[in-house]
């Protein structure tokens, strides 16, 4: 399975989004009677499409803007939110063209302490509109996290971090039990992010609600130049799917995969659940809706680090509306707006009837084609970064 | 035979024309000694190229042009030119290199209705030129068109979709029966497109005529970014071509395969036959003619889809006669002009005295060749998009 | 050995200089020791690399230099230098950067006639200057020319066409005849182009006294793009010496194999001689000379092709003298200059004390560096067709 | 193990950085509890990165900045400092950015010969300042310089040229003895360089204290362009540290690799020990400090090669402290500062407690992840050789 990288060292290849495609089916059903809802949590989503916890992305309004569509959008709370009483005045500075060094500018304003009582009333703000509420916490925080977030009535609680296992070790503090959490804090916990069968596995077993999958593909990332590491995301999607189908296998419990990250495209998205996912995860997408706070802009969570910042500022542009990008009609053709629409029209080509059945349908690796719709869609990923 | 891209999951690798060159032959015969007409339909061609069936490639003047080179090109049924008694005005409003959001302009110039008489007079305006007249519809208004277009004379019916298959479901409307349009309407029919084995096999045994392939590759289409699917098209070309191969052995009927879509240069079209096609389809290279009705701009014919866009325009200049991109001779050193010469010269190189000989001409992987002609050829590619 | 790019269908993957890389030997040698000569036609060479019978390339007066220099280059009988009497007219027209198709201008050039009489006085032009004189012509012309070469005194004569095999067919005229023209023509013949091994030893068997390798790969050649035509110089010199090795093994006889085109720099001299070559025949190194008659401007011999031209003008710039581009010191660090020293430097570092040992010296597969000297080589490259 | 290339002809696969990534551990350590010293020729270094020997990145005073920080830089005893009394005053000339052709300008100001008195103060200008001392010579100055180094007090001796084996045959001279060398000349000699097990076996069998790994792969380097050798650094260093394993099994005698060369980012670094380095020696990185006597250029040290110059001239600019660039806190997100951060994160994540356990993490080949980050690192590989 593998290739010899050198003398007796042999490792796999993994696989991006950009080396495969779709192969369409023998059957084809109409796009209108395909099912892509979600169960999460709990809870069932009419869309299966996750907003990232960035602070670019998501601040309680689009959280309840997505909630009402029937979506989910995760706000972070170690971030902006719950830091600044009005964090759009920060949020100015940050996506201000003329600033240079963004990371500097970024490592000062999250240096700011974060309170708790704004926690507790970010949470409130969404809730009070009735939709599903999830947050996001890093480990470090999840403890004290988790309960303001129970007691303020969230839904689902994420605990997030670039990698994630269930056997940290430290001397200098005490880790999170992260097992703990996940069975008795009374929320169901959404853990990530992992990319190995072995991890994906181990986090099912110690009762995580679903698990994240990603490290290193997305837009606003860039652990991979920093630390070398990372898996391309359709080889880590295809792993912790079958770490899902063999513990459904043995206990009957169904745990939701989520790719998490670097999909800009619906063709990406749709490759995401043909590599097995039941959710993907993107920042990308939503900042480009006129609901977002970053008005066009987002920013890697690790970017503000004060030690070793691994993230970047790009700016997408503002291109539509929340239910454009969503729902459509789309008014470009460069696979960037009516992301749901493409997913439908994606599962009637390949004639699955509900996202188990996309999980089910053909991949190719396809790395060579250079059509004119390739050639914009790497510009349109080189550009971003601009 | 494959390559896995994550646990216990292999997957193919496909093929596309940047990534394979034709081996010189043993033998090599005088280019004026080959044969390159095509059997389609129970006509003959001298020219074994199709115009593809878009608005801004083939209008009724240009197939009869194409017509009395004896080649075919195929008049798009549902689209301006039945919409509107003057579609030059709107093609006027298309190729306004001024325009903004192409996509929007498209998707209201296309909400004008079809006027069943216009199906007829566009028919009519070719076939009083006594050419051969093949047109094309999808599927949801074939069986209306198709007696339309059998009543004005056409002779060549086409049935397109991004994806066919014989097995459509829907619970909304009655699909179309593609069995019985091929059997029973009194017109050959020509079905596509595909891109596997099963499919081709599929519809051959329904009856179609010839079997388009292609799904994704075209320079105008974006199926690939807007919904993941796509099959590089010597991967497609080479898989139908085997079902051809085995029907004709089964049954003794010979049904052809046109590939239709992702060809650039005469040495793409080279490779498309040495993959296993019939005859080949495609729309840059007819689009640069003079006598093009989008006067070097074309646009996918699901560009103007109001829900999902799935195209784009190009703009690939006027470069000549549609004769001297035909035939010749060449006044340029790109490939792009005397497409015919070019395939006979191949042909005499590698030794093949007709299209059914180069089938069997040798293939070789070679996709890192960055000679001046291919980076100029590459260049192209991408500055096409503009 | 091969790889299936679609259902039953295996072909081989090939190899071009950029995919490759030479590794070091376990003894290095002081690279003043090294032997790099050639013989070749019953002559010694001290420099094994040849210029190619291109007009921008070689002259009577490029001839002479570089037979002064004890190297070789080819005059071309069927270009510029026996069509007229004065060519350098018709070059400065060729070489304006003002024209803006050059390849129509080239035909109109190439209409005029050869004339016997000037074929004769430029092979005497080269001949009083005492040096080796090889000259070329396409198989059409060759039982003429080759009578004109011998009474003035040539020395080698090259039959050279895009693709070359011993099985010409045609209706229309009665095939040139090699065999008769290697053994009894009274002049050794280097017979090519060709790729495989099939067709090499072929050549070999009717009596060619070398054999060109290389279909597609030169800069100024556009086989690839126009036909689709073309097999990468690493894989076809490694097919082609291979028949060599055989024949040789079967009648004693040595067939020198000269890798002909695609070689931009030392480095990917030095591959074609590891991958089996005896001697190297290029355009682009030599026609950045001062000596070059197209100064600094180069052009395919397919360009002026009435009815399909292949190929291209390009302008590489004058660099240095010849003896500066042959044996240096250099003044640059990209590889263009002193390729002797290239070649010796590199038969050091390997441990070959001659060609031959140099041609088992080990190769690895390197495709994907990114350094920036190969930066440099790439943009070089792309530049090069401006 | 290998791919065919031709006929008869199989070759390796090697690999490069930009192919590779690091897979996430199943357990996770806090990177503060990772230990990264590197025991080498008898010293402890905090620090396991090493200043290459160029002349733009290592003068007495950069050696001596490393030295505090418990890191190693190496002075180059053949280069400016020990030609000229005021290097300075050169190399203001050679960074000056209005020069054209660098290398003639290089070419002369290394014409200059070495003094020997030079040699003898540039070392004590180091070691009074209480730091370790490593100078670097060419084979063929080693005898000398070795003694001079000795005499002058320095505690490390390198000897490096691009191709070292302990074979090396010269009519003209008379070869090092490297075994006498290592074995009695009373120093810790490090020797290099090299890419094949075979070499690095040899080299620890006559004695080096530490093996420089890499041919070809440095930013400022040219000779796969120029000579066509190389071999990518992955898989040079994974070959290498095999040996290093053998020999260790077999003599008990532990003999450092040191990865030499093509490191960018800290991505690069960490990849580097994944591979198998125990250190890593690179240029462009120390070259961003201020402390650089270059100010952010650098330049090859054969490219002031009077016959056949092989490097160039890069200009890095000059992006923070050697303290920012070594231990943060990073103010970029590029991946090249707190370089010893990234390291220490990656061991965190991949759960390996020390540099030896690092180099049993598991890689991935992940060759076409065109993330943002990725394109940035891409990009800034391109523009730094303008």
């Known amino acids: 399975m593998g290739v010899f990288i050198g003398r007796d060292k042999e490792v796999r290849r993994a696989f991006g989004y950009d080396e495969v495609a779709i192969v369409p089916g023998s059957v084809t059903i109409d796009p209108e009677d395909v099912d892509i809802s979600l169960e999460l949590c709990g809870f069932k989503f009419d869309i299966p499409f996750i907003a990232s916890a960035m602070d670019g992305v998501v601040d309680p309004k689009m959280a309840v803007a997505l909630g009402e569509l029937n979506g989910l959008g995760v706000l972070n709370l170690d971030g902006i939110y719950t830091r600044y009483e009005n964090p759009y005045e920060q949020i100015k500075k940050i996506i201000d063209p003329k600033v240079k060094n963004v990371t500097e500018v970024l490592q000062k304003i999250y240096k700011e302490p974060v309170k708790e009582r704004l926690i ?6 969404i809730k009070k509109n009735k939709v599903v509420c999830a947050v996001s916490s890093i480990p470090q925080n999840a403890t004290r996290n988790i309960k303001i977030a129970k007691d303020a009535g969230a839904d689902i609680f994420v605990v997030q971090a670039t990698v994630v296992t269930v056997n940290h070790q430290s001397s200098r503090y005490e880790n999170i039990n992260l097992e703990k959490l996940c069975k008795y804090s009374g929320l169901p916990v959404i853990v990530g992010n992992c990319v190995t069968y072995n991890v994906a596995l181990q986090l099912m077993e110690i009762g995580a609600s679903a698990v994240l999958v990603g490290v290193g593909p997305g837009a606003a990332c860039t652990t991979r130049q920093v630390l070398g590491i990372g898996v391309p995301q359709v080889t880590a999607t295809v792993d912790c799917s079958k770490a899902r189908d063999y513990y459904f296998k043995k206990t009957g419990r169904y745990v939701p995969i989520i790719t998490d990250g670097g999909m800009i495209t619906g063709g ?9 996912a039941d959710a993907v995860m993107f920042g990308t997408g939503f900042a480009k809706a006129k609901e977002s706070p970053g008005k066009g802009y987002h920013w890697g969570m690790a970017m503000p680090h004060f030690y070793l910042p691994r993230g970047t500022r790009i700016n997408v542009g503002t291109t539509g ?15 960037t707006q009516n992301l749901v629409g493409a997913l439908k029209t994606c599962m009637g080509n390949v004639g699955a009837k509900n996202i188990r059945e996309l999980q089910l349908a053909q991949l190719i690796i396809a790395p060579e084609i250079k059509s004119e719709g390739k050639t914009y869609q790497l510009a349109q990923r080189v550009g971003m970064g601009k």
């Not at 998205?269 to 097995?276: E, L, M, Q």
């Not at 990008?325 to 470009?332: S, V």
Request: glycine letters at 10%; charged letters at 35%; a negative charge.
């Open 120 to 125: 507790y009333e970010r949470i409130r703000e």
């Open 268 to 276: 990406d998205i749709c490759k995401s659940f043909v590599s097995g």
């Open 321 to 335: 509306s929340l239910k454009e990008i969503l729902l459509g009609p789309a008014k470009t053709d460069d696979g």
